[in-house]
């Protein structure tokens, strides 16, 4: 398989160009860096079957010809920042909903036939059905960063039904592990790297949040592209708990060997567009052989580890 | 109320337009006349509580200059050409998603607190549920056009979470009135209206369609602005009958007093995205108070007469 990454020098796209790598694919991976490392492409760029383009998903040309030849798109890049929608309120629709539809354009254009896509469980919006499975009823956006994914998944579907496209949509919980850059266990982890005695929460604490291994969820992609073959399959990628912002603060402080005074911001939304629950029913993958290899304790200590590794006390 | 009217040239955008004016509100309208008339304004063109701003959606500065003081906000400005999405994919993403986020960035700018869009029933895709409820399942994008008012609804749903801003969608059907000028009813009178003998239908005349006239299209939308109040407020639009491609040829052949003979093209589907079956379930919008005042027949035939009127045989 000759596989076409976007987002290859972030932290799923970078472990998703690894693992096809490792499977022996060849892998053709795409970033801007403006939030993708070089060093997240170490054991790639030592690959002779990795190809790395540095180039804007908004240039169509570079985009065009760097794809092709591929026969799946991973499309992984993002601009993921959930949390400060509403201080930029274009950027989702240019990094995420235009970018897409480039991604979809050049497919067009190269006869690429699959398409695997990072999708969010902020689609949902706050979900009147917990856990929420995939045939939910119709979702109300909360966030526009739920929008904008909401409108790539449209613009797939509409895609595959239009050109003969077959697309694989998966909407991730968050996402632990290694190299893992951003969201509220590296904020707490550097928090408490500089502050060890005091830590500040978003919300009340009592928010429950799902969490999955990079790893299993990268697992249950590669799944699904073998085993599933309709026009369109969705799939919600996450484990069967959640966890309350408290637990993961229980968690990050026993791990690191902290007691901090905890001060909460209060109420019962981290933020805009916050959640307080966020559950995904996974019986739709569970049923093609998939399961969760890591609890998400274990995925939050994990992620600590790789956070103690690459970016030590003392460094800073 | 002073209201600022999108695509107010249009068949929508100009039919409401007049009843905002009857009924004694200011309105400024907004109109780039790709595909809007100015004689569909020709009535409100001579009243002074009518501004016409001839301007592009997509030009920020002159968009923002145009919606100062308004109170609430009409999007009705579409590309409303559901049929031949797949033959410019751009052109749904940059009219209805791009168009719509630069509405409400020009609503946050000018501190506007209400919108209505004109959304459509083929947000549901080919939905599972028939009568299709606002919340039935999460749908799955059959159509361009589709994909990019669902992405404009996720837009306006985040703004409302975002911005204060209070949202009223329509899922409308397809709508038939005075100011008609596209869709199956005008394609069957023009061809009937050149070649009486003869009629090409697309798919095989068994498709089930709902319609509904835009005076009560107009009713239903003023009566949920003055009387729902959630912050996100979403009424499908519709009767609660349809008709088969077939009854509404029939319905306009006895109306023009003609007997082509019928030449399908074939397939339960009349274009890539099309839906065989639409049916709105309709109770939410009802339980206000609302009914709509014209069968699915009376609608064609109003149509009919319409055209008669403005396009007559001898003109062409």
């Known amino acids: 398989m000759r596989a076409f990454v976007t987002g290859c020098a972030g932290f799923i796209g970078s472990n998703l160009t690894d ?6 694919h060849a892998v053709v991976g795409y970033d801007d ?5 070089l060093e997240f492409l170490s054991d790639a760029g030592r690959n002779a079957s990795f190809t790395l383009v540095r180039g804007d998903l908004l240039d169509m040309p570079t985009l ?10 991973f499309h992984i890049a993002a601009n993921a920042d959930v949390r400060f929608g509403t201080h930029h309120p274009r950027k989702d629709l240019e990094q995420n909903t235009l970018v ?5 354009e050049a497919m067009r254009v190269n006869r690429i036939h699959r398409i695997a896509f990072a999708s969010t469980g902020s689609v949902y919006g706050e979900s009147s059905v917990i856990p929420t499975p995939e045939d939910s009823p119709f979702p109300i956006q909360t ?5 904008s994914k909401l409108a790539c998944e449209g613009l797939i579907e509409a895609y595959c039904e239009g050109f003969e496209i077959y697309g694989y949509i998966f909407r991730f919980v968050s996402i632990l592990g290694e190299r893992y850059t951003h969201g509220h266990i590296v904020d707490f982890y550097r928090q408490l790297r500089e502050s060890p005695g005091r830590l500040c929460v978003l919300g009340n604490g009592k928010q429950k ?3 999955l291994h990079v790893q299993d969820c990268i697992d249950a992609m590669l799944l699904a592209l073998e085993k599933a073959n309709r026009k369109v399959n969705i799939f919600n990628l996450g484990t069967d708990e959640y966890c309350t912002v408290d637990d993961s603060i229980g968690w990050i402080c ?3 060997g902290v007691n901090p005074k905890l001060e909460y911001a209060g109420g019962d939304r981290g933020w805009i567009g916050d959640n307080p629950f966020i559950l995904l029913d996974c019986r739709r993958i569970r049923s093609l052989g998939w399961t969760s290899k890591m609890t998400i304790k274990n995925s939050v200590e994990n992620t600590l580890q790789y956070l103690q590794q690459s970016e030590p006390a003392q460094s800073k």
Do not use: C, E, P
Not at 64 to 73: P, R, Y
Not at 100 to 104: D, G, I, Q
Not at 143 to 147: K, Q
């Open 143 to 147: 966030s526009l960063y739920g929008a």
């Open 100 to 104: 897409t539809s480039n991604v979809l």
């Open 209 to 211: 949040k799902s969490y």
């Open 64 to 73: 065009i010809n760097a794809m092709q030849g591929a026969d799946v798109v």
């Open 19 to 24: 693992r096809l790598l490792r499977a022996g």
């Open 33 to 37: 860096f403006s939030t993708g490392r």
């Open 254 to 256: 026993q791990h690191l």
